[in-house]
């Protein structure tokens, strides 16, 4: 073990501190980022229904398999429509983005009372107005979104209620337009993604409850002849500062920690879910019954957890001209009768 410093790095990333317990089921998206072309809905949010293989063909203007079929890891995500409650409009205060104004729609979805209990006493309204110049001092749009989990087989009814950007468009006027015209509506994910292109995704993390060091942070277990313990590690630290330091490998939570993975390619979005179907449902999820995503690689999250899509907030380096082409999916169908 001469000279560990020098030929082994540290087991345990300390990029991800604290390793705790997440607040909530469903992830949070804190950043929206800036795009060009249409006026759109920067995000979405589906459901991880799980994973599989298949073949692509390779479109990358880089890649030495350029033209060839690749073999590639798949994440089939069911993605129902979103219903638009409220638009939100931001402006620039002292104290940083404020509200300037709420709107909420004249109709609200039947199960959403089983997240706001106080809208049982609501009464029907006009649909609202924004207020005439106000547009100039906003600076970012967002609506208000709910899911539809009852309209899959998750077992679930009562909604997640959050927001969505809206970005794309010459002006702030234009995205105002853009989602008082979404009020009231449902949207589809093609209102965010497109094939071949690049998202992020948020999810909370598979939980694995109470770990030891070896499990959490893959510290080296120790000789058989080692005094003590072997599943833990031989010093807490010098005695000088007297603490335990931040650094060293402790036992506690494993998982259930909300995780972003960039830059994953949008490589298909099939309306028709017959044609990603298995014979028996997917493996503890069931019968896809609403549209799907499938992007290229893994995601975080167990089944039937919500997952929150955003469109790409960093450069991905990839020139892609066309969308790769899915040409196979491992997925076992019904045998025509």
Known sequence: MGHRKQSAPRHGSLAFRPRARFRRLTPRIRFWPEVDGRVRLLGFAGYRVGMTNGFIVDTSESSPFKGKEVFTPLTIIETPPLSVVGVRLYGNSVQGLQVFW?????????????????????????????????????????????????????????????????????????????????????????????????????????????????????????????????????????????????????????????????????????????????????????????????VNGSIPGTPKRLVKIRVSARKHGVKVKQPPVLTHINIRRPVAA
Do not use: C
């Open 102 to 294: 709420e709107g909420w729609a004249s109709s609200l979805p039947e199960h959403l009372k089983r997240r706001i209990t106080s809208l049982g006493n609501r009464k029907a309204s006009s649909p609202p107005n924004v207020p005439d110049g106000l547009v100039e001092r906003i600076r970012e749009v967002r609506v208000i979104v709910a899911t539809q989990p009852y309209r899959t087989g998750i077992g679930k009814k009562a909604p997640e209620v959050f927001e969505i950007g809206v970005g794309g468009g010459s002006s702030v006027k234009e995205r105002v337009d853009y989602a008082m015209s979404l009020l009231g509506k449902e949207v589809k994910a093609g209102e965010a993604l497109e094939e071949g292109g690049f998202i992020d995704v948020f999810a909370v993390t598979k939980g694995k409850g109470f770990q030891g060091v070896v499990k959490r942070f893959r510290v080296k277990i120790m000789d058989r002849k080692s005094n003590k313990t072997r599943r833990g590690i031989a010093t807490l630290g010098p005695w000088k500062p007297s603490g335990v330091m931040y650094t060293v490998p402790r036992p506690g939570q494993m998982g259930y920690m909300q995780r972003l993975v960039r830059n994953l390619q949008v490589l298909k979005m099939v309306d028709n879910p017959e044609e990603v179907n298995t014979v028996s449902g997917f493996h503890k999820y069931g019968v896809v019954r609403n549209p799907v995503v499938i």
